[in-house]
């Protein structure tokens, strides 16, 4: 469990800075981002990662909720585009979101 959840600590540390404008970009162009050759790439080193985190022999339900940490940390940027919150405070809500789902899966 503590493996996955330095896991989860190190990838929001990697994303939240440059992975935030990233993110934006992604979510502002999405329809001529989803053709790029590097999106296949991406799309890989995730199912790495996600597999990195679930175990395969627990449930389904645990298997989805470890793989919903990633997008908790990676959502945050838009589902809490809405509220006055500084880029420190929607990181720390996503971190410990993720962190729960993680913690919670098998």
Do not use: C, W
């Not at 296949?40 to 793989?67: G, K």
Request: glycine content about 4%.
């Amino acid at each position: 469990l503590e493996t996955r959840r330095e896991l989860i600590r190190r990838f929001a540390a990697m994303t939240s800075e440059q992975g935030r404008a990233l993110m934006r970009f992604m979510q502002q162009n999405r329809p001529a981002v989803h053709d790029f050759k590097a999106m296949d790439a991406m799309r890989t080193r995730y199912i790495r990662l996600a597999r990195l985190i679930t175990d395969p022999d627990a449930p389904l339900s645990d298997q989805f909720r470890a793989r919903l940490a990633f997008y908790a940390l990676n959502a945050s940027g838009f589902v809490l585009n809405d509220l006055e919150l500084t880029d420190e405070q929607r990181d720390e809500a996503a971190l410990t979101v993720a962190l729960d789902l993680v913690s919670g899966a098998g």
